[in-house]
């Protein structure tokens, strides 16, 4: 009997995620399989400029019963309903047993409100008013990741209705607190090990002159598997890329190539400009996929508090071992109203995936860099 030749367009398939060790079932036959179940409505595009009932537009009465400023770019502000509570904090109570352990967390929850205008989301965002974010960012990583007992500084972005945002003026979150949560932890920590296991390349940019994860993966993506196309952009500083081990269907990881960077205070004026213009293009390339308003989770991770030190001198430190990068984890499959469910197998035994990153990839890469509200034929059809 012949040997069969493995295809990873046809073949079910594992792939491995080194930063969390985790594997993704690939199954590219199943694309073809009809979809019966349930669809979700699109999200809304055609949002007023203001709307008085949003607890986010600017002068507006919050939910909590504080007043927002009349902003006019970017602001922030305290959790009205915060996860977690600033200290100090109560003891941790003795434990009933040694597998039910507690474990007492503080901290801080902010919101950044990226824009005074509530109908306009990244994707419509002009790049400096996106530049603004990215100082905003920096500025509330610094401040909360500098606080006493703060350890790690989370950022991220829900978008959509679909992911849990129960407001669709664009907005993003940040929480702070006194432990460094599963997921990065573990990312972290393959890192280390990375680092610490795998010889230096004959230039290695990691740190303290070793060998780092992220910058041999995207550098192989940038360099060595073009011709696979995982890669959906690119400008002088940034590349996004549906990773190898992606588990959504249209999953992007962003993240800088040309040199290691630890966090986004570690970011040349140059990097925030090129930052703006790559987030600006993902996110209309979502957009115009399905011409809707695309769904996602968006999260940074980084070291899991800034440098107390000057930046420059700071290269040195262990801490440094993280690599800046960003996820975006969209729940869009088939199209604006059909979503990607992680049920059954994907709970019970590990993520499953049919459309292959490489696939993605394409679609994505080969989409207009114009947002579909702003393509001539829809612009025709609006003043119509």
Same mark, same amino acid.
Request: glycine letters at 4%; proline letters at 11%.
């Given at each position: 009997?012949?040997?069969?030749?493995?295809?990873?367009?046809?073949?079910?398939?594992?792939?491995?995620?080194?930063?969390?060790?985790?594997?993704?079932?690939?199954?590219?036959?199943?694309?073809?399989?009809?979809?019966?179940? /349930?669809?979700?409505?699109?999200?809304?595009?055609?949002?007023?400029?203001?709307?008085?009932?949003?607890?986010?537009?600017?002068?507006?009465?919050?939910?909590?019963?504080?007043?927002?400023?009349?902003?006019?770019?970017?602001?922030?502000?305290?959790?009205?309903?915060?996860?977690?509570?600033?200290?100090?904090?109560?003891?941790?109570?003795?434990?009933?047993?040694?597998?039910?352990?507690?474990?007492?967390? /503080?901290?801080?929850?902010?919101?950044?409100?990226?824009?005074?205008?509530?109908?306009?989301?990244?994707?419509?965002?002009?790049?400096?008013?996106?530049?603004?974010?990215?100082?905003?960012?920096?500025?509330?990583?610094?401040?909360?990741?500098?606080?006493?007992?703060?350890?790690?500084?989370?950022?991220?972005?829900?978008?959509?209705?679909?992911?849990?945002?129960?407001?669709?003026?664009?907005?993003?979150?940040?929480?702070?607190?006194?432990?460094?949560?599963?997921?990065?932890?573990?990312?972290?920590?393959?890192?280390?090990?990375?680092?610490?296991?795998?010889?230096?390349?004959?230039?290695?940019?990691?740190?303290?002159?070793?060998?780092?994860?992220?910058?041999?993966?995207?550098?192989?993506?940038?360099?060595?598997?073009?011709?696979?196309?995982?890669?959906?952009?690119?400008?002088?500083?940034?590349?996004?890329?549906?990773?190898?081990?992606?588990?959504?269907?249209?999953?992007?990881?962003?993240?800088?190539?040309?040199?290691?960077?630890?966090?986004?205070?570690?970011?040349?004026?140059?990097?925030?400009?090129?930052?703006?213009?790559?987030?600006? /293009?993902?996110?209309?390339?979502?957009?115009?996929?399905?011409?809707?308003?695309?769904?996602?989770?968006?999260?940074?991770?980084?070291?899991?508090?800034?440098?107390?030190?000057?930046?420059?001198?700071?290269?040195?430190?262990?801490?440094?071992?993280?690599?800046?990068?960003?996820?975006?984890?969209?729940?869009?499959?088939?199209?604006?109203?059909?979503?990607?469910?992680?049920?059954?197998?994907?709970?019970?035994?590990?993520?499953?995936?049919?459309?292959?990153?490489?696939?993605?990839?394409?679609?994505?890469?080969?989409?207009?860099?114009?947002?579909?509200?702003?393509?001539?034929?829809?612009?025709?059809?609006?003043?119509?």
């Amino acid at each position: 009997m012949a040997e069969i030749q493995f295809d990873p367009t046809t073949h079910p398939h594992r792939r491995v995620n080194p930063l969390t060790g985790e594997h993704v079932l690939v199954s590219p036959h199943r694309t073809k399989r009809p979809w019966l179940g /349930q669809t979700e409505p699109p999200q809304q595009a055609n949002l007023p400029e203001y709307d008085p009932k949003c607890y986010l537009c600017p002068g507006n009465t919050r939910a909590g019963g504080q007043q927002n400023e009349k902003y006019e770019h970017t602001t922030v502000f305290e959790n009205d309903y915060a996860a977690v509570l600033p200290p100090p904090g109560p003891s941790a109570p003795p434990a009933p047993h040694p597998l039910l352990t507690t474990e007492p967390v /503080q901290g801080g929850c902010d919101v950044i409100c990226f824009h005074p205008r509530h109908d306009l989301t990244l994707a419509r965002l002009p790049v400096p008013d996106i530049e603004r974010i990215i100082e905003e960012w920096s500025s509330i990583y610094r401040k909360r990741g500098g606080q006493d007992g703060i350890k790690y500084v989370q950022i991220f972005e829900n978008k959509g209705a679909m992911m849990g945002c129960s407001n669709p003026h664009p907005h993003g979150q940040v929480w702070s607190l006194s432990a460094v949560p599963s997921l990065p932890a573990t990312e972290l920590a393959n890192l280390q090990k990375y680092s610490l296991s795998t010889p230096p390349s004959a230039a290695p940019r990691g740190p303290l002159g070793r060998s780092c994860l992220l910058c041999d993966y995207v550098t192989f993506e940038v360099s060595v598997a073009q011709a696979e196309g995982r890669v959906v952009l690119k400008n002088e500083h940034w590349v996004a890329l549906v990773p190898w081990w992606a588990v959504w269907p249209f999953e992007i990881m962003l993240l800088p190539y040309k040199r290691h960077i630890p966090s986004i205070v570690h970011l040349t004026p140059e990097e925030k400009t090129a930052f703006a213009q790559i987030l600006s /293009q993902i996110t209309i390339r979502y957009d115009n996929l399905f011409s809707c308003s695309f769904a996602y989770s968006m999260g940074i991770h980084q070291r899991p508090v800034p440098p107390t030190t000057d930046v420059v001198a700071d290269d040195q430190d262990e801490e440094n071992v993280a690599h800046l990068h960003l996820h975006f984890a969209p729940p869009l499959l088939r199209s604006a109203s059909v979503r990607k469910f992680l049920v059954g197998f994907e709970l019970m035994a590990e993520p499953q995936r049919d459309l292959t990153p490489e696939q993605a990839a394409t679609r994505l890469r080969d989409l207009p860099d114009v947002h579909y509200l702003n393509a001539p034929e829809t612009a025709d059809n609006v003043s119509a």
